[in-house]
């Protein structure tokens, strides 16, 4: 059974970091496509960050110079690294996981998902 073991969540003011981190566990296949989605309140679950099953990372343009993705192919780890973080950050971020080899962002394509880890931007 694959599951996706999200930390790093937590409450900052504005203009701080985080650093969000993803495991995949039970993986039956090598280099997953891996991404980050977020969710606020009362708003749709929207892409932000994700990295393809040939390393190839792409971005929302809202976040593309202040969040960094990463994935440790080895471990099947997935890290956002979250700098000058703004209130509208603000979200249920959800890792997940794919054979997926088009858009990271496509979040149709996806069969597994954690269960979210909540990001809080004060200002």
């Known amino acids: 059974q694959i599951q996706l073991v999200e930390s790093g969540g937590g409450s900052v003011q504005a203009g701080g970091s985080l650093t969000l981190s993803c495991e995949a566990v039970?993986?039956?296949?090598?280099?997953?496509?891996m991404a980050w989605f977020r969710q606020a309140s009362g708003k749709e679950r929207e892409g932000v960050a994700g990295?393809?099953?040939?390393?190839?990372?792409r971005y929302r343009d809202s976040v593309k110079d202040r969040f960094t993705v990463s994935k440790d192919t080895a471990k099947n780890i997935l890290y956002l690294q979250m700098n000058s973080l703004k209130p509208d950050d603000t979200a249920v971020y959800y890792c997940?996981?794919?054979?997926?080899?088009?858009?990271?962002?496509?979040?149709?394509?996806?069969?597994?998902w954690g269960l979210g880890t909540q990001v809080t931007v004060s200002s």
């Open positions: 997940a996981a794919g054979t997926w080899n088009g858009d990271p962002l496509n979040q149709d394509q996806y069969s597994s």
């Open positions: 990295v393809d099953r040939v390393g190839k990372s």
């Open positions: 039970g993986l039956t296949y090598n280099n997953p496509s």
